[in-house]
Protein backbone atom coordinates (compact mmCIF):
# COMPACT_ATOMS: atom_id res chain seq x y z
CA UNK A 1 0.00 0.00 0.00
CA UNK A 2 1.32 3.44 -1.10
CA UNK A 3 -0.12 6.67 0.58
CA UNK A 4 0.35 10.34 -0.72
CA UNK A 5 -0.42 13.05 0.84
CA UNK A 6 -1.45 16.95 0.35
CA UNK A 7 -2.80 19.39 1.37
CA UNK A 8 -0.43 21.25 3.90
CA UNK A 9 0.51 24.67 4.41
CA UNK A 10 0.47 27.92 5.97
CA UNK A 11 -2.43 29.92 7.54
CA UNK A 12 -3.43 31.62 10.47
CA UNK A 13 -5.27 30.84 13.52
CA UNK A 14 -8.60 30.66 12.67
CA UNK A 15 -8.58 29.56 9.74
CA UNK A 16 -9.00 26.04 7.63
CA UNK A 17 -6.97 23.67 5.88
CA UNK A 18 -8.12 20.28 4.19
CA UNK A 19 -5.83 17.32 4.05
CA UNK A 20 -6.02 14.50 1.44
CA UNK A 21 -4.95 10.96 1.05
CA UNK A 22 -4.68 8.76 -1.97
CA UNK A 23 -4.05 4.93 -1.08
CA UNK A 24 -3.02 3.16 -4.32
CA UNK A 25 -1.78 -0.92 -4.51
CA UNK A 26 -3.36 -3.26 -2.29
CA UNK A 27 -5.97 -1.01 -1.07
CA UNK A 28 -8.00 -4.20 -0.59
CA UNK A 29 -6.41 -5.34 2.82
CA UNK A 30 -6.73 -1.90 4.57
CA UNK A 31 -9.23 -1.49 7.22
CA UNK A 32 -8.94 1.51 8.72
CA UNK A 33 -7.71 4.70 7.72
CA UNK A 34 -6.48 8.23 9.49
CA UNK A 35 -4.16 10.92 10.16
CA UNK A 36 -1.31 11.46 12.65
CA UNK A 37 0.99 14.21 13.79
CA UNK A 38 3.96 14.93 15.27
CA UNK A 39 5.35 18.26 16.37
CA UNK A 40 8.22 19.45 16.87
CA UNK A 41 10.34 17.78 19.69
CA UNK A 42 7.26 15.64 20.44
CA UNK A 43 6.06 12.27 20.04
CA UNK A 44 3.57 11.20 16.87
CA UNK A 45 0.12 11.04 18.13
CA UNK A 46 -3.19 10.11 16.50
CA UNK A 47 -5.41 13.41 14.83
CA UNK A 48 -8.44 10.83 13.78
CA UNK A 49 -9.24 7.70 12.37
CA UNK A 50 -12.51 6.09 10.01
CA UNK A 51 -12.53 2.27 9.83
CA UNK A 52 -13.64 0.60 7.00
CA UNK A 53 -17.69 0.86 8.16
CA UNK A 54 -17.13 4.84 8.88
CA UNK A 55 -17.08 4.99 12.94
CA UNK A 56 -14.65 7.81 13.68
CA UNK A 57 -12.37 8.07 16.08
CA UNK A 58 -10.58 11.55 17.61
CA UNK A 59 -7.93 13.76 19.47
CA UNK A 60 -9.94 15.31 22.38
CA UNK A 61 -7.85 18.28 21.25
CA UNK A 62 -9.60 17.82 17.96
CA UNK A 63 -13.16 17.16 18.66
CA UNK A 64 -15.43 19.71 16.99
CA UNK A 65 -12.87 21.44 14.97
CA UNK A 66 -11.38 18.56 13.06
CA UNK A 67 -13.64 16.05 10.76
CA UNK A 68 -12.32 12.96 8.75
CA UNK A 69 -13.89 11.23 6.34
CA UNK A 70 -13.20 8.66 3.76
CA UNK A 71 -13.90 7.99 -0.37
CA UNK A 72 -14.26 4.60 -0.64
CA UNK A 73 -14.41 4.65 -4.83
CA UNK A 74 -11.22 7.27 -5.26
CA UNK A 75 -9.23 4.69 -2.07
CA UNK A 76 -8.73 8.68 -0.03
CA UNK A 77 -8.96 9.78 3.39
CA UNK A 78 -8.87 13.62 4.13
CA UNK A 79 -9.04 15.37 7.13
CA UNK A 80 -10.80 18.84 7.26
CA UNK A 81 -9.66 21.35 9.68
CA UNK A 82 -11.27 24.19 10.71
CA UNK A 83 -10.64 26.70 13.61
CA UNK A 84 -7.16 26.01 13.21
CA UNK A 85 -4.73 26.78 16.17
CA UNK A 86 -0.96 27.29 16.66
CA UNK A 87 -0.75 24.47 18.90
CA UNK A 88 -1.83 22.22 15.72
CA UNK A 89 1.45 23.23 13.96
CA UNK A 90 2.85 20.06 12.69
CA UNK A 91 3.97 17.49 10.53
CA UNK A 92 1.06 15.58 9.65
CA UNK A 93 1.11 11.79 8.80
CA UNK A 94 -1.86 9.52 6.58
CA UNK A 95 -2.12 6.03 8.37
CA UNK A 96 -3.38 2.66 6.97
CA UNK A 97 -4.11 -0.14 8.85
CA UNK A 98 -4.49 -3.56 7.34
CA UNK A 99 -4.93 -6.68 8.52
CA UNK A 100 -3.54 -9.34 6.30
CA UNK A 101 -0.73 -9.14 6.75
CA UNK A 102 -1.05 -6.94 9.91
CA UNK A 103 0.47 -4.09 8.97
CA UNK A 104 0.56 -0.46 9.16
CA UNK A 105 1.46 1.87 6.41
CA UNK A 106 2.58 5.56 6.38
CA UNK A 107 2.19 8.57 4.06
CA UNK A 108 5.67 10.78 3.73
CA UNK A 109 3.68 13.79 5.62
CA UNK A 110 2.65 16.91 5.37
CA UNK A 111 3.09 20.05 7.14
CA UNK A 112 1.00 22.21 8.92
CA UNK A 113 1.71 26.17 10.29
CA UNK A 114 -0.70 27.90 12.14
CA UNK A 115 0.29 31.28 12.61
CA UNK A 116 -0.95 33.45 15.84
Known amino acids: VQLQASGGGLVQAGESLRLSCAAS????????MGWYRQAPGKQRELVAT???????NYAYSVKGRFTVSRNYASNTVSLQMNRLKPEDTAVYYC???????????WGQGTLVTVSS
Open 25 to 32: GSIFTIVN
Open 50 to 56: ITTGGIT
Open 95 to 105: NAASTSPKADY
